[in-house]
């Protein structure tokens, strides 16, 4: 028995150690040509299953006909995450034209 809690706490750290930002990166026509870079943040609750309010890359965009658009759970959106235990989870998006 006082070897599990251990070995729980250590399998517990290890997989929260071994977490990664993530990143969804989508090209639309000929992808960016310009290198203009517009960010925007979409908030979400309850792990991300409750969106708040998302960003519109199309709208992001400007009417570009070639974009890039990437969203991605930074550090500091995977922080505020651990710090609110899920209920707030952020994620930036990231239009390049």
């Given at each position: 028995?006082?070897?599990?809690?251990?070995?729980?706490?250590?399998?517990?750290?290890?997989?929260?150690?071994?977490?990664?930002?993530?990143?969804?990166?989508?090209?639309?026509?000929?992808?960016?040509?310009?290198?203009?870079?517009?960010?925007?943040?979409?908030?979400?609750?309850?792990?991300?299953?409750?969106?708040?309010?998302?960003?519109?890359?199309?709208?992001m965009?400007?009417?570009?006909?070639?974009?890039e658009?990437?969203?991605?759970?930074?550090?500091?959106?995977?922080?505020?995450?651990?710090?609110?235990?899920?209920?707030?989870?952020?994620?930036?998006?990231?239009?390049?034209?």
């Amino acid at each position: 028995m006082k070897k599990i809690i251990p070995n729980l706490i250590l399998i517990a750290a290890t997989a929260i150690l071994f977490t990664s930002c993530y990143t969804n990166t989508m090209i639309v026509g000929q992808g960016a040509q310009t290198g203009v870079e517009v960010k925007a943040k979409n908030h979400y609750l309850i792990a991300g299953l409750a969106p708040l309010s998302q960003a519109d890359p199309q709208e992001m965009a400007n009417g570009a006909a070639d974009y890039e658009v990437t969203i991605q759970h930074t550090f500091v959106d995977g922080l505020i995450n651990a710090i609110t235990l899920g209920i707030y989870t952020p994620t930036t998006t990231i239009v390049r034209k």
